[in-house]
């Protein structure tokens, strides 16, 4: 599976931006995705997933109630809409998939075999 990103830029605190990632490639019934956040100098951390063909959606507390993940029926799309963004989410965000990552797994890197390229945003104050 190969994933590239899209829609990074240079925003205000406060703005809002929508991430996506699109898929090519097979992704099974138990396809799994993922945005994660890396700063430079930092581990990579992460931000949002939907599990599996059920469809469940996890975030970290850190963005929980500001961004909203979403993907194509087809799991082929994944967006990660970013509301009211903070100078503390600025990074570059990569997003992620797995065709057999486990729910106890769901929110480390470890557990993702596929990655994009990665895309900066960056939120001025």
């Known amino acids: 599976v190969q994933l590239q990103a899209s829609g990074g830029g240079l925003v205000q605190a406060g703005d809002s931006l929508r991430l996506s990632c699109v898929a090519s490639g097979r992704t099974d019934s138990g396809y799994t995705s993922a945005w994660f956040r890396q700063v430079p100098g930092r581990e990579r951390e992460f931000v949002a997933g939907v599990f599996r063909n059920e469809g469940r959606t996890y975030y970290a507390d850190s963005v929980k109630g500001r961004f909203t993940i979403s993907r194509s029926r087809d799991k082929k799309t994944v967006d990660l809409h970013m509301n009211s963004l903070k100078p503390e989410d600025t990074a570059i965000y990569y997003c992620?998939?797995?065709?057999?990552?486990?729910?106890?797994?769901?929110?480390?890197?470890?557990?993702?075999?596929?990655w994009g390229q990665g895309t900066l945003v960056t939120v001025s104050s």
């Open positions: 992620a998939g797995s065709n057999s990552v486990i729910w106890s797994a769901r929110a480390t890197a470890n557990g993702y075999a596929y």
